[in-house]
């Protein structure tokens, strides 16, 4: 799918080809990590979000690594904006490389912990 004209380049990123499902599993097997993932399928338009849209509190540099760990394994797409990186799901090229793993991470609610806000709730 053609990127729309404008956008700053992406981060770099493993090819579609190169996504390994070990990799991307590793990457969805830390819990913060599904969440930030569940919550760009389930809350994201078609436009990249910042660290501040998903309201964690947590330590920047943790957020950082966070966020590294899903682009570098090819879950998400990132974009320089002057000072800020902004994040979505690689959906087209997971969908392509596994199909199904992305509805189930929809479909998943974590256990045991306070989820992220559902869209059009407060």
Same mark, same amino acid.
């Given at each position: 799918m053609p990127e729309p004209?404008?956008?700053p380049d992406p981060l770099p990123e493993?090819?579609?080809a190169d996504l390994r499902l070990?990799?991307?599993l590793g990457a969805l097997s830390d819990p913060l990590r599904?969440?930030?993932v569940r919550k760009l399928l389930l809350e994201s338009e078609e436009f990249d979000h910042t660290c501040g849209w998903f309201g964690l +509190?947590? $330590?920047k540099s943790s957020l950082t690594h966070h966020f590294r760990a899903l682009r570098e394994a090819g879950?998400?797409?990132q974009r320089q904006y002057g000072l800020e990186r902004r994040s979505h799901v690689r959906v087209a090229d997971l969908n392509a490389r596994f199909p199904g793993l992305l509805d189930l991470v929809a479909a998943w609610?974590?256990?045991g912990a306070? +989820?992220? $806000?559902e869209k059009g709730s407060s």
């Open positions: 004209p404008g956008l493993p090819a579609v070990e990799t991307v599904l969440r930030i +509190d947590r $330590p879950v998400t797409r609610t974590p256990e306070p +989820d992220l $806000p």
